[in-house]
């Protein structure tokens, strides 16, 4: 054989597999597209399946399989463009004045587009100086007719990006697994409050492609609608003349006809490459490759501290308690103030001061009466323990109304309780007491100190009344050198006493209150004494030596008491502080163990029983030695 006789064969070999590797490139070529769709987070998956020629009947799971690294895929779902939940269209089309001459076809041609597809939801929005949004996603046929029959009003302004993102709003409040807009104009965008960029932004946070067309013009630019198809997946059509719309939405409408949405819950490992394979029985398998996100990418959704607290259902109920609470304090307030002045005005008729600069002290000393008298008309009214609160604020000399005091512990209670139930559990509102119970110690506190130092003073001012009574004076006079010369709190106990015997009131029965304020029994001797030298007379001076010896004798006897019961009280104090420091121990070292404390309802309830059981502890402790004498 020659060598031009073996070159012939040679040649014809090449050119027969040439001839046969052209088929294969071309369906290669115009084989199914697969894009990544909607905004699904990992591991669940979501992806379009793009034919190009329409099947006889729509696909369904038997018709497409899907691999992940060679294994299918679980819970696979094949959704058709004519499914609620599979992928919708949202027309974008210009309304602006210099669509006059085009936006008859151009409504042609969006019914064209919805008539290639009547089961597909479908968004019609047009824009001028603003998007306004004509139709809402739907697959009413009759509403999409409707809204596609007449043209829009015209009006000036062309503002493309905002109409992009009027689009995002309505694909992301949809229940649409993906969606395509379809956006047609004649001109660039002028006026959108909205930049190109963030408009992108928005759109690839949806996954959404924009399919453009332009009505070609001698001043319109397809520089911007080529960017937006380009970026986001889509493609641009130019239309040379307005009769040209209604073909290139035809085929439009026959191209996303043919869409498909794949759906599936991966099983990849986080940071793994997973390599995806999607095969459709009669065509060519689509491969690509996608990273799974890392563990750390995306923490999970929580609701703000704002909206816990706006939806919380214990809202209500405080609300209902702080108008109420207002309502009745700005009444009480009103009526309050009225008495007092009237009361205060009457008594001035005859009350006679003595000293001109002793004037303003002894206003004071009126409206502490006057207070006084006021609580004990209310005493039948208000609760026991309101009216010993008020009585303890007054004698630890705190300037705070008692009942506003209340209010806003309870209020305080009441935001404290809001807060823990929303920030931790419901559970937890019980916290909403600690406000009240902690302004009753500190009050209970203060007083508790004033009248200690009264008991501690009350022997030398009695000397000072034995001294007062033998120098002559009378038993009032020699009270009002008693409240001259004594120190606080003695001093303005004893001012009360003098100022309620000059407005009348007997001095035992002056003595009687004071006793009780200051929960001292020793004063009630005092108020006997002078009971007895009113009534039969006799030497008072001497009387008085022997009750402050047995005044003296019993205050030994208390810091006794006080020094054999401070084991106790030490222990009450261990009791109240070794389980916060083992709780603040373990939040230092080891916070996971405290867990189930705060995200278990066992742990919650036996949490809240521990904090009661220690405070019951620590009452009942300090009950046991609190010895009277």
């Excluded at 909205?194 to 690839?204: G, P, V």
């Excluded at 040209?244 to 409408?253: C, H, N, S, W």
């Excluded at 099983?267 to 563990?295: K, L």
């Amino acid at each position: 054989m020659s060598r031009g006789a073996r070159v012939i064969p040679l040649v014809a070999v090449a050119l027969v597999a040439a001839t046969a590797a052209l088929p294969a490139w071309t369906a290669e070529s115009q084989g199914p597209q697969v894009v990544e769709a909607g905004a699904a987070l990992f591991p669940d998956r979501s992806y379009i399946l793009t034919l190009t020629e329409k099947p006889k009947s729509a696909l369904t799971t038997a018709d497409v399989k899907v691999t992940e690294n060679g294994k299918p895929v679980e819970n696979l779902s094949v959704l058709s463009s004519a499914s609620a939940e599979g992928i919708g269209t949202v027309l974008l089309i210009d309304a602006s004045n210099s669509m006059k001459g085009s936006i008859q076809s151009a409504m042609q041609a969006a019914r064209a587009f919805a008539a290639r597809n009547p089961g597909q939801p479908l968004s019609v929005v047009f824009f001028n100086v603003k998007p306004t949004v004509a139709l809402p996603l739907t697959t009413d046929r009759k509403q999409i007719e409707a809204v596609l029959a007449k043209a829009p009003k015209l009006a000036e302004g062309t503002r493309i990006y905002d109409a992009l993102v009027a689009a995002v709003a309505q694909v992301r409040g949809s229940a649409l697994g993906a969606a395509r807009v379809v956006l047609l104009t004649d001109g660039d965008d002028v006026g959108s409050a909205t930049s190109l960029d963030s408009a992108l932004a928005q759109l690839d946070g949806q996954k959404i492609r924009v399919f453009t067309v332009g009505i070609a013009s001698p001043d319109f630019m397809p520089d911007d609608l080529e960017k937006i198809a380009d970026e986001t997946g889509g493609t641009y059509a130019a239309a040379t003349s307005p009769e040209a719309l209604t073909k290139i939405y035809d085929e439009l409408g026959f191209q996303l006809g043919n869409e498909y949405l794949l759906r599936y819950r991966s099983t990849a490992q986080p940071d793994q490459e997973v390599g995806v394979e999607v095969s459709v029985v009669g065509a060519e398998p689509v491969s690509f490759s996608y990273t799974s996100p890392s563990t750390g990418t995306a923490a999970p959704y929580e609701p703000a501290l704002r909206d816990r607290l706006l939806q919380s259902w214990l809202l209500i109920p405080l609300v209902v308690a702080l108008v109420l609470a207002l309502a009745v304090f700005t009444i009480r307030a009103v009526w309050s103030l009225r008495s007092n002045k009237a009361l205060v005005a009457r008594l001035g008729e005859f009350v006679t001061l003595p000293a001109e600069e002793q004037a303003a002290a002894r206003r004071k000393e009126v409206d502490h009466l006057l207070a006084a008298a006021n609580a004990k008309k209310k005493q039948q009214r208000s609760f026991r323990w309101l009216q010993g609160f008020s009585e303890d604020v007054d004698v630890a000399q705190i300037d705070r109304d008692p009942t506003k005091m209340v209010w806003i512990s309870v209020f305080a209670g009441l935001v404290l309780g809001v807060l823990a139930s929303v920030l931790v559990s419901p559970i937890w509102f019980v916290l909403g007491i600690l406000p009240p119970l902690g302004l009753n110690f500190w009050v209970r506190m203060q007083a508790r100190k004033v009248r200690n130092d009264f008991g501690e003073q009350l022997p030398e001012n009695l000397d000072v009344l034995a001294s007062a009574l033998r120098a002559g004076h009378s038993l009032a006079n020699a009270m009002g050198v008693v409240a001259d010369e004594a120190p606080e709190p003695s001093k303005r106990e004893f001012r009360r006493v003098v100022t309620d015997e000059q407005l009348g009131i007997p001095l035992d029965e002056a003595l009687e209150v004071t006793a009780k304020r200051m929960q001292n029994s020793d004063v009630d001797q005092v108020a006997v004494l002078t009971l007895v030298q009113r009534e039969a007379g006799g030497n008072t001076a001497e009387v008085l030596d022997q009750v402050t010896a047995n005044i003296r004798a019993r205050m030994d006897i208390r810091r006794l008491v006080t020094v054999l019961t401070a084991q106790g009280k030490f222990s009450s104090v261990v009791i109240a502080l070794v389980p916060i420091g083992i709780f603040v121990f373990l939040v230092l070292v080891n916070p996971s163990q405290l867990d189930p404390l705060f995200h278990e309802t066992l742990g919650q309830v036996m949490g809240i029983m521990a904090i009661l059981m220690t405070l019951l502890g620590f009452y009942v402790i300090r009950r046991i030695i609190a010895i009277e004498l």
